[in-house]
Protein backbone atom coordinates (compact mmCIF):
# COMPACT_ATOMS: atom_id res chain seq x y z
CA UNK A 1 0.00 0.00 0.00
CA UNK A 2 1.33 3.38 -0.40
CA UNK A 3 -0.36 6.52 0.84
CA UNK A 4 -0.44 9.64 -1.36
CA UNK A 5 -1.66 13.24 -0.74
CA UNK A 6 -4.70 14.68 -2.91
CA UNK A 7 -4.94 18.40 -3.95
CA UNK A 8 -7.53 19.17 -0.73
CA UNK A 9 -4.46 17.71 1.59
CA UNK A 10 -6.10 14.85 2.53
CA UNK A 11 -4.25 11.42 2.76
CA UNK A 12 -5.14 8.50 0.77
CA UNK A 13 -4.23 4.84 0.45
CA UNK A 14 -3.81 3.00 -2.95
CA UNK A 15 -3.50 -0.67 -3.30
CA UNK A 16 -0.76 -0.61 -5.79
CA UNK A 17 -0.29 0.30 -9.19
CA UNK A 18 -3.51 0.22 -11.03
CA UNK A 19 -3.58 -2.35 -14.49
CA UNK A 20 -3.16 0.05 -16.74
CA UNK A 21 0.00 1.53 -16.00
CA UNK A 22 1.36 -1.77 -15.31
CA UNK A 23 1.78 -2.27 -19.21
CA UNK A 24 2.35 -5.17 -21.33
CA UNK A 25 5.29 -6.71 -19.24
CA UNK A 26 3.06 -7.14 -16.53
CA UNK A 27 0.59 -9.22 -18.61
CA UNK A 28 3.08 -11.04 -19.57
CA UNK A 29 4.06 -12.26 -16.46
CA UNK A 30 0.88 -12.97 -15.22
CA UNK A 31 0.05 -15.47 -18.33
CA UNK A 32 3.65 -16.99 -17.32
CA UNK A 33 2.15 -16.97 -14.00
CA UNK A 34 -0.83 -18.60 -14.70
CA UNK A 35 0.58 -21.09 -17.04
CA UNK A 36 3.00 -22.33 -14.37
CA UNK A 37 0.02 -22.89 -11.90
CA UNK A 38 -1.84 -25.03 -14.51
CA UNK A 39 1.18 -26.94 -15.70
CA UNK A 40 1.89 -27.75 -12.32
CA UNK A 41 -1.10 -28.91 -11.89
CA UNK A 42 -1.25 -31.20 -15.06
CA UNK A 43 2.58 -32.56 -14.63
CA UNK A 44 0.96 -33.70 -11.15
CA UNK A 45 -1.84 -35.48 -12.24
CA UNK A 46 -0.06 -37.28 -15.11
CA UNK A 47 2.58 -38.34 -12.20
CA UNK A 48 0.18 -39.33 -10.20
CA UNK A 49 -1.96 -41.40 -13.76
CA UNK A 50 1.67 -42.84 -13.81
CA UNK A 51 2.71 -44.12 -10.69
CA UNK A 52 -0.88 -45.31 -10.05
CA UNK A 53 -0.57 -47.54 -13.71
CA UNK A 54 2.99 -48.68 -12.40
CA UNK A 55 1.91 -49.66 -8.79
CA UNK A 56 -1.57 -50.98 -10.19
CA UNK A 57 -0.31 -54.76 -8.98
CA UNK A 58 0.14 -53.28 -5.73
CA UNK A 59 -2.45 -50.50 -4.73
CA UNK A 60 -5.44 -52.58 -5.40
CA UNK A 61 -8.01 -49.98 -4.28
CA UNK A 62 -6.09 -46.82 -4.86
CA UNK A 63 -8.13 -45.42 -7.94
CA UNK A 64 -8.10 -41.96 -6.83
CA UNK A 65 -5.63 -42.44 -4.20
CA UNK A 66 -2.88 -40.52 -5.82
CA UNK A 67 -4.77 -38.42 -7.82
CA UNK A 68 -5.92 -37.10 -4.48
CA UNK A 69 -2.39 -35.98 -3.96
CA UNK A 70 -2.17 -34.42 -7.18
CA UNK A 71 -5.35 -32.03 -6.60
CA UNK A 72 -4.00 -31.13 -3.20
CA UNK A 73 -0.78 -30.10 -3.89
CA UNK A 74 -2.00 -28.53 -7.66
CA UNK A 75 -4.71 -26.38 -5.02
CA UNK A 76 -2.23 -25.25 -2.91
CA UNK A 77 0.42 -24.41 -5.43
CA UNK A 78 -1.76 -22.93 -7.73
CA UNK A 79 -5.42 -22.20 -6.12
CA UNK A 80 -8.40 -23.16 -6.80
CA UNK A 81 -8.68 -23.09 -10.72
CA UNK A 82 -5.10 -25.26 -10.98
CA UNK A 83 -6.94 -27.74 -8.41
CA UNK A 84 -10.35 -28.02 -10.24
CA UNK A 85 -8.14 -28.69 -13.17
CA UNK A 86 -6.39 -31.19 -10.96
CA UNK A 87 -9.99 -32.84 -10.05
CA UNK A 88 -11.37 -32.68 -13.58
CA UNK A 89 -8.27 -34.48 -15.24
CA UNK A 90 -8.09 -37.11 -12.09
CA UNK A 91 -11.55 -38.20 -12.59
CA UNK A 92 -11.11 -38.70 -16.49
CA UNK A 93 -8.06 -40.04 -16.10
CA UNK A 94 -9.09 -42.84 -13.26
CA UNK A 95 -12.41 -42.86 -14.97
CA UNK A 96 -11.42 -43.69 -18.86
CA UNK A 97 -9.43 -47.04 -17.85
CA UNK A 98 -12.28 -48.25 -16.14
CA UNK A 99 -14.53 -47.54 -19.25
CA UNK A 100 -12.29 -49.01 -21.35
CA UNK A 101 -12.20 -52.28 -19.54
CA UNK A 102 -15.53 -54.08 -18.93
CA UNK A 103 -18.00 -53.88 -15.99
CA UNK A 104 -17.61 -50.27 -14.34
CA UNK A 105 -19.43 -50.55 -11.49
CA UNK A 106 -21.72 -48.31 -9.90
CA UNK A 107 -19.04 -48.08 -6.46
CA UNK A 108 -16.15 -46.95 -9.50
CA UNK A 109 -19.16 -43.92 -10.18
CA UNK A 110 -19.71 -43.34 -6.58
CA UNK A 111 -15.55 -43.03 -5.84
CA UNK A 112 -15.29 -40.70 -8.64
CA UNK A 113 -18.24 -38.57 -7.53
CA UNK A 114 -16.75 -38.26 -4.10
CA UNK A 115 -13.15 -37.93 -5.47
CA UNK A 116 -15.16 -34.81 -7.02
CA UNK A 117 -16.61 -33.47 -3.60
CA UNK A 118 -13.45 -33.76 -2.17
CA UNK A 119 -11.14 -32.29 -4.60
CA UNK A 120 -13.27 -28.84 -5.07
CA UNK A 121 -13.21 -28.19 -1.58
CA UNK A 122 -9.53 -28.78 -1.45
CA UNK A 123 -9.28 -26.58 -4.12
CA UNK A 124 -11.28 -23.92 -2.46
CA UNK A 125 -9.28 -24.12 0.49
CA UNK A 126 -5.87 -24.50 -1.70
CA UNK A 127 -7.35 -20.95 -3.05
CA UNK A 128 -7.75 -19.45 0.29
CA UNK A 129 -4.28 -20.66 1.45
CA UNK A 130 -2.51 -19.48 -1.89
CA UNK A 131 -4.85 -15.86 -1.01
CA UNK A 132 -3.56 -15.37 2.72
CA UNK A 133 0.33 -16.11 1.86
CA UNK A 134 -0.18 -13.22 -0.73
CA UNK A 135 -1.73 -11.24 1.66
CA UNK A 136 0.93 -12.26 4.38
CA UNK A 137 4.13 -11.49 1.97
CA UNK A 138 2.23 -7.65 0.89
CA UNK A 139 1.56 -7.13 4.86
CA UNK A 140 5.26 -8.15 5.33
CA UNK A 141 6.80 -5.66 2.54
CA UNK A 142 4.81 -3.05 3.74
CA UNK A 143 6.75 -3.59 6.82
CA UNK A 144 9.44 -3.17 5.37
Given at each position: ???????????T?????????????????R??????R?G?A???????????????????SG??????L????????G????G??????????????????P???????????A?????TG?S???E?????????????????
Amino acid sequence: MQDATNTDGAATTTLGPSRAAAGPRATRGRIEDIAIRYGVALGAVAAATLARLLLSDTVDSGLFLFTTLAALGAAVFGGLGPGLFATALGVAAAYIPTRLSPGTSQLDIVNAVAFAVIGTGVSAVGEWLRRSRADAHSFAQDLI
